[in-house]
Nanobody, 126 residues
């Protein structure tokens, strides 16, 4: 099983950018499908972006397409989320997730993933 730890969250004004990172420990990171999810207070956790094991395909929620970019560095066991043109509605706790089975692509639902990090807070002010 892989252990995950997010970093890079913070406060930013609307239109700004942030880069989230997720460090993974454990074996066979390169074989896991990875994803970013977010959860705002009073709302359900939602998928933001996912990327397959080798990183050749990625998927995005409609709300972030064209603004966010998911990437991974399998040599460093790292996952990233570049967030641009941030909006107040992007404010949430952001979670990194991993799954070895990679069933049901694009896997933009929380039930598709079995391992989760503790999260990092992103706050966007208007």
């Amino acid at each position: 099983q892989v252990q995950l730890q997010e970093s890079g969250g913070g406060s930013v004004q609307a239109g700004g950018s942030l880069r989230l990172s997720c460090a993974a420990s454990g074996n066979s990171y390169s074989r896991y499908c990875m994803g970013w999810f977010r959860q705002a207070p009073g709302k359900e956790r939602e998928g933001v972006a996912t990327i397959i094991a080798r990183g050749s395909r990625s998927y995005y929620a409609d709300s972030v397409k064209g603004r966010f970019i998911i990437s991974r560095d399998n040599a460093k066991n790292m996952l990233y989320l570049e967030m641009n043109d941030l909006k107040p509605e992007d404010s949430a706790m952001y979670y990194c997730a991993a799954d070895f089975t990679c069933f049901n692509l694009p896997m933009l639902v929380p039930d598709s993933f079995t391992s989760w990090g503790p999260g990092t807070q992103v706050t966007v002010s208007s």
